[in-house]
């Protein structure tokens, strides 16, 4: 029972890095109707620019945590206003691919300035409790509350304010939003700031938990991410949280109660048979037709 | 009548690849009008009311008193208060009714005159106010008409371009949205009216154009086309 409940914890942990970079996948989706696959070299640029304020600015964990998300948003905003908007008439492929293409070139560029392996420093004072035999660090419980916070203000930011009223009619449909007198490419824009600040955010969560990254470190937890809000139901900000969780707990559960070369095959078999009934993921519905 | 038009339309053009929607068409809208715009199917009045809210690229100028529109973003003519209700209503139909109509606020600074204007929509569409916390999605299509309208009088639209609001409506209820946007109007809001509907169309503008193919071949005050036999052969059923 406690290691279970060890394993839960450590699961918690995962699945909430997990979370918070499917959100960014799903906002995408959810006003674009687009897969933006830099999203997880986004992750990786976080975890890096972590790297960066923690080693060279020196700076505590706090004005780190920010300084990753506000240049990540920077970025991802560029991004958009560069690569993705010129395409928003063209067929969804092509943004696919640009998407991809964006990815590589951002693995490539931190390649170029760290040709090895970077070792994050401990931001936060490594310390454990145990309680009923159950152990719990400092950066663990940091992690998880933080995480929690994160997607608590998501979810008030998309129901209660103007900004996510217009993030919601867009995924709806976005021909009508100017009409409201809603600026569209602001909105795209703010959604791009929120969604790559948020899988900043879980990539510096991410380096401290495990502290040596690299440029490539993006595309597995990436692709992992982007099943997540799959399976939450993808363009639905709910469900890539709980998507997040599930595969955490999957990952964490076959890990430790089955040979751990398993994890992976095992983890994305039961997601595949979850879509098999659930062929639009636990919370999503299928998009209206537009006639 | 006021002598300097308050929308001004001149040689628009609008074409979608090698398709010409609208071939070189000039009108006027004055304060206080209603003016209708009727055509066929394809006629190109949908894509009129599209460049005129800056949906569309076009040729040609659009001068919003006095003021040429083609440098003006879309959601920026909303706020100079062109207001649109689109074809097929464009409600959001994950929003409730009063998110879509809060929605239509954005571009409005004046907080209590805008909660004035929730007071004064639910007074002219009571059904919406006993649906207020409903999704969009959920509103009949009449209702949702009339959210749409509805809408369009939340942006505080100076102008409201209406596109075939009588679509799918039954006869009662195209008579109530007419009656309604006939009150709109004598409190002030000037009407585009694009309709198909030729007959009630014609009964309730002071001016009307005829759209074929993208070109504009009769006018005349809404009594005079009503009366005109080519308008009663082609649009009123003979
Ligand atoms: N997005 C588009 N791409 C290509 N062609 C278009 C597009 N929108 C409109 N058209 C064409 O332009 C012409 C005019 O269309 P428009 O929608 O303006 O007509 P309409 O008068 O509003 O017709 P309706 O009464 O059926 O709504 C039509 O031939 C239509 O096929
Ligand atoms: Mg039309």
Redesign the interface.
Same mark, same amino acid.
């Given at each position: 029972m406690t290691y279970f409940l060890q394993q839960l914890l450590n699961a918690m942990q995962l699945g909430s890095i997990y979370a918070l970079i499917a959100l960014g996948y799903t906002m995408v989706y959810g006003i674009l109707t687009m897969i933006n696959f830099a999203h997880g070299d986004l992750f990786m640029v976080g975890a890096f620019l972590c790297f960066i304020a923690a080693t060279f600015l020196k700076l505590p964990f706090v004005p780190t945590l920010l300084l990753s998300m506000a240049g990540v948003a920077l970025l991802g905003v560029a991004i958009e206003r560069v690569a993705y908007k010129p395409l928003r008439q063209a067929p969804r492929v092509s943004a696919v691919i640009t998407a991809l293409g964006v990815g590589l070139f951002l693995e490539n560029f931190t390649l170029v300035f760290s040709p090895y392996p970077q070792h994050v420093p401990a931001l936060i004072a490594n310390r454990t409790w145990t309680i009923g035999g159950v152990s719990i660090s400092s950066l663990q419980i940091i992690i998880i509350l933080l995480s929690i916070a994160l997607m608590i203000i998501l979810d008030l930011v998309v129901r209660r304010t103007?900004v996510g009223?217009?993030m919601?009619?867009i %995924?709806?449909?976005k %021909?009508?939003v100017?009409?409201?007198?809603?600026?569209?490419d602001l909105i795209i824009s703010i959604t791009f700031a929120i969604g790559t600040s948020l899988g900043a955010a879980a990539g510096t969560m991410y380096s401290l938990a495990f502290p040596v990254i690299d440029p490539y470190m993006g595309i597995l937890v990436g692709w992992k991410a982007f099943i997540s809000a799959v399976v939450g139901g993808i363009g639905n900000i709910r469900g890539a949280m709980i998507g997040g969780f599930i595969l955490g707990g999957v990952e964490i559960m076959v890990a430790a109660f089955m040979p751990s070369t398993y994890r992976d095959f095992v983890a994305f078999g039961l997601l595949l048979i979850l879509l098999i009934f659930r062929p639009y993921g636990i919370l999503g519905k299928p998009r209206?037709q537009k006639? | 009548m006021n002598t300097a038009p308050l929308l001004s339309i001149r040689d628009l053009t609008v074409s979608y690849g090698n398709i010409k929607a609208v071939q070189g068409i000039s009108f006027d809208v004055y304060e206080g009008e209603i003016v209708t715009l009727i055509g066929a199917n394809g006629a190109g009045k949908s894509s009129t009311l599209r460049a005129i809210s800056g949906l569309a690229p076009y040729g040609g100028t659009i001068t919003y008193r006095g003021v040429d529109l083609r440098k003006t973003a879309a959601d920026k003519i909303v706020a100079l208060g062109i207001a649109q209700v689109p074809e097929g209503r464009g409600i959001f139909g994950n929003l409730t009714v009063q998110e879509n109509l809060k929605l239509a606020t954005w571009g409005r600074k004046d907080r209590p005159e805008v909660e004035r204007d929730y007071e004064r929509v639910f007074g002219i569409f009571p059904r919406l106010k006993e649906r207020r916390n409903q999704l969009g999605g959920t509103l009949s299509g009449g209702e949702q008409q009339m959210l749409a309208v509805a809408r369009a009088l939340m942006s505080r639209g100076k102008v409201m371009l209406l596109d075939e609001p009588s679509m799918g409506l039954s006869p009662v209820l195209v008579r109530e949205i007419f009656h309604v946007l006939t009150e709109i109007n004598q409190a002030g809001t000037t009407v585009l009216l694009v309709e198909q509907n030729a007959n009630m169309a014609l009964r309730v503008a002071s001016r009307g154009y005829v759209l074929e193919t993208g070109t504009l071949t009769l006018s005349g005050t809404g009594a005079e086309l009503l009366g005109n036999p080519r308008v009663k052969e082609a649009y009123l059923g003979g």
């Open positions: 103007m009223m217009a919601r009619a %995924s709806w449909d %021909s009508i100017p009409l409201m007198g809603v600026p569209l209206p006639v | -």
